[in-house]
T-cell receptor, first 108, second 118 residues
Framework: GENVEQHPSTLSVQEGDSAVIKCTYSDSASNYFPWYKQELGKGPQLIIDIRSNVGEKKDQRIAVTLNKTAKHFSLHITETQPEDSAVYFCAARLKLVFGAGTILRVKS | GAVVSQHPSWVICKSGTSVKIECRSLDFQATTMFWYRQFPKQSLMLMATSNEGSKATYEQGVEKDKFLINHASLTLSTLTVTSAHPEDSSFYIC??????????????FGPGTRLTVL
């Protein structure tokens, strides 16, 4: 089955800096990779996703890159703001296999 | 659009009782609904996948007789935790996907239900 690894587990950045979270997956057949943001006590919220026929996708301050050969994909957040502080999860495939999560803390 | 609700948002029950959690897609018809469980400071673990009108498919290690899933309509799925025990205390989250509003692989998550079994 699919296995998704996520790094780092915790990331602290200064407001305005960029944050990068990386995930690797094992199943080369996986073709869909969403990123979710989860705030304390709430359900995950889809923030961006990418499919295997695309190498990069951007939405304002958020971007995702995919390297199918290396089987890894990354979330990039630029100009971070305090409200970006949350737990971020990557996932792979329709039957979503989640990474362990990354706690992002943006210090103002 | 693509809003998913859950009810209740939190519930406290005594050991041995059963608890029902509802998941509704408010503004779309969900082809498939998923149920996840999340323990504190851990990731989401898929429990089961259900399609309207058919039996749910449970993940390995999830007891189907303990976690009863009913997906009676395209907008409602229920999860019943039967004979709950303290170890069932967790954050239960549903998600829904739809072939109509987007490709089938996008899941929209509900806000979650916090279950505490005393």
């Amino acid at each position: 089955g699919e296995n998704v690894e996520q790094h780092p587990s915790t990331l602290s950045v200064q407001e305005g800096d960029s944050a990068v979270i990386k995930c690797t997956y094992s199943d080369s057949a996986s073709n869909y990779f969403p990123w979710y943001k989860q705030e304390l006590g709430k359900g995950p919220q889809l923030i961006i996703d990418i499919r295997s026929n695309v190498g990069e996708k951007k939405d304002q301050r958020i971007a995702v890159t995919l390297n199918k050969t290396a089987k890894h994909f990354s979330l990039h957040i630029t100009e971070t703001q305090p409200e970006d502080s949350a737990v971020y999860f990557c996932a792979a495939r329709l039957k979503l296999v989640f990474g362990a999560g990354t706690i992002l803390r943006v210090k103002s | 659009g693509a809003v998913v609700s859950q009810h209740p948002s939190w519930v406290i029950c005594k050991s041995g009782t059963s608890v029902k959690i509802e998941c509704r897609s408010l503004d779309f018809q969900a082809t498939t609904m998923f149920w996840y469980r999340q323990f504190p400071k851990q990731s989401l673990m898929l429990m089961a996948t259900s399609n309207e009108g058919s039996k749910a498919t449970y993940e390995q290690g999830v007891e189907k007789d303990k976690f009863l899933i009913n997906h009676a309509s395209l907008t409602l799925s229920t999860l019943t935790v039967t004979s709950a025990h303290p170890e069932d205390s967790s954050f239960y989250i549903c998600s829904a996907s739809s072939l109509v509003i987007t490709r089938a692989d996008t899941q929209y998550f509900g806000p979650g239900t916090r279950l505490t079994v005393l």
